[in-house]
């Protein structure tokens, strides 16, 4: 499966992105996905998740209340809002494997694929 992350770019503190994430596979829908990111001189971390269905989802503390993930059958979104210049980072969005329908992914290890990521820039 190769993944494919867009929507990237430069926006200003308290702006907002939609980030998507496609698949070469046309049961992308049948995936678990997270958006995670990688700013620089830190470790990549978890940013939010979803379940196959959608019904399930997950987010780390510090995007609470300002990003939203949600998907289609054939993409994933994040949609970012209130951006922050912490916010700033390559996202990557990955998947999981698990068929489960309440499952989120939400550990690195726990990611099966991954895309090439794309780079969020929110200027203060």
């Known amino acids: 499966v190769q993944l494919q992350a867009s929507g990237g770019g430069l926006v200003q503190a308290g702006g907002s992105l939609r980030l998507s994430c496609t698949a070469s596979?046309?049961?992308?829908?049948?995936?678990?996905v997270g958006w995670l990111r990688q700013g620089s001189g830190k470790e990549r971390e978890f940013v939010a998740g979803?379940?196959?269905?959608?019904?399930n989802i997950r987010y780390v503390d510090s995007v609470k209340g300002r990003f939203t993930i949600y998907r289609d059958k054939s993409t994933v979104y994040l949609q970012m809002n209130n951006l922050k210049p912490e916010d700033t980072a390559v996202y990557y969005c990955?998947?999981?494997?698990?068929?489960?329908?309440?499952?989120?992914?939400?550990?690195?290890?726990?990611?099966?694929?991954w895309g090439p990521g794309t780079l969020v820039t929110v200027s203060s």
């Open positions: 596979v046309r049961t992308f829908n049948e995936y678990p």
């Open positions: 990955a998947a999981d494997q698990v068929a489960n329908n309440q499952y989120v992914p939400t550990k690195l290890a726990d990611f099966d694929f």
């Open positions: 979803i379940s196959r269905t959608g019904r």
